[in-house]
Every structure is written in C-alpha cells, then in structure tokens.
C-alpha cells in the first residue's frame, strides 16, 4: 500500500462487504441471464499499489479476457473485470452452453457474453457499494479485450497512474454444480478518489 492511501481496519472490513455484496447480487443475475443456478464465492479485497498490477493475475503473459468500463459519479475511475482464458472459457460454458479451449474460439457470441458478464459485475459491485457507503457510481458499456495479463492491465490502468497509486482488487468465483470460474473485479479511482472512497466507507450508509 502507498502513502497516498492510509486504509484502516474498519475501511478494510466495508470494502469486504461490498465484496460480498456484490458477488451475491452478481451471482443471482448471472443466475436470471443463464436460467441456472450459480454460485457466487467471494474469496476477499485488498489494496494495492498500481505497480503490482502487471502481475495482479499471476504470470504476466497468459492470456486473459477483461471487460473494461468507465465509471462516473462518486466513484470515477475504471471497472475491470479480468478472467484468465479458460476460466473466461467455463463461465461463457455455464451461460451459454458452449465452451471452447483457444482464442480462434472466442467468436461474437462468446465476446458478447463476457460483455454482459462484465455489465452484471459491474453493477452488483457499484450497487453494492452505494448501498454501504452511499457512493452512487454509473458504468459504460464495457469494452472486451484478449491479451497477455500484463498488456491489457498495463494499457488500461497506466493513464490512471499519475492521478493515484492505489488500486482495489476484489477476488470472486462463479460457478455452478460441475464448473467454477476465477476472476478479478479491479476497480480503479481517479483523482484522489481513492482516499475519499475509503473515507466514505468508514462511515457506512446503513448499520
């Protein structure tokens, strides 16, 4: 963690409630969207530096899928959601029903499915976070990327550089009775939105 952001204990446990929230109001539309029933498991948040993001998913030249999106309003910055390929790959196999093993894979109809998969994320966890500390955020349509983990967080994220250091990553899993899918929900303030976010979310909205 960086100097730019002091996060006390009490910040910590709100932005693991929005954590939790967030997966669960994911994970029941994901549900609605696939007609099953998937699970949301939310594993924790943490955060981080921005220089730590090129290896945020581990080994910096695999391939991933991420859905980029701008948010707007309290929270500005940039959404991410980034999945390794093959977890892309039993997610997109859990809505739709098919699921394939390389890029050449990855036509229209799989694309559009992350976009969605990234439009849901990307509401639950800002509704999530406006429901606990009163943060109201809209998002842009996403845009879909395949890339090495490290080109497409680098890209993404480095314009952001000068205006903050620290980033907060959320770590969830969806999945349903034979498949589970590991992803990232990185969400990147603006400005100096991130001292003021975690601010906010020591003095919650409700409790």
């Known amino acids: ?42 594993v924790h948040v943490t955060v981080l530096p921005i220089e730590n993001v090129p290896v945020l998913m581990g080994d910096p030249e695999q391939t991933v899928v991420a859905a980029v999106l701008e948010a707007t309003g ?19 196999g859990i809505l739709t029903g098919t699921e394939g093993k390389t890029i050449e894979d990855l036509g229209e109809m799989e694309l559009s499915a992350i976009s969605e998969v990234g439009n849901i994320l990307a509401s639950a966890y800002l509704t999530a976070l406006d429901e606990i500390s009163g943060i109201l955020s809209q ?25 903050g250091s620290d980033i907060i990553s959320i770590e969830a899993r969806f999945g349903d009775s034979s498949r589970e899918s590991w992803g990232r929900m990185i969400l990147v303030p603006n400005v100096e939105a991130l001292p003021r976010l975690l601010k906010a979310v020591g003095k919650p909205k409700h409790g």
């Open 1 to 42: 963690m960086t100097k730019n952001a002091v996060v006390q204990e009490n910040s910590l446990d709100l932005l693991e409630r929005v954590g939790q929230s967030g997966t669960d109001k994911a994970a029941e539309s994901l549900s609605a969207l696939s007609g099953k029933s998937i699970g949301g498991f939310f």
């Open 74 to 92: 309290d929270f500005s910055g940039c959404f991410m959601v980034v999945f390794p390929l093959q977890d892309a790959f039993r997610l997109i």
């Open 139 to 163: 998002h842009s349509p996403p845009t879909v990327v395949v890339d090495m983990a490290a080109g497409i967080l680098t890209s993404a994220l480095l314009p952001l550089h000068e205006a």
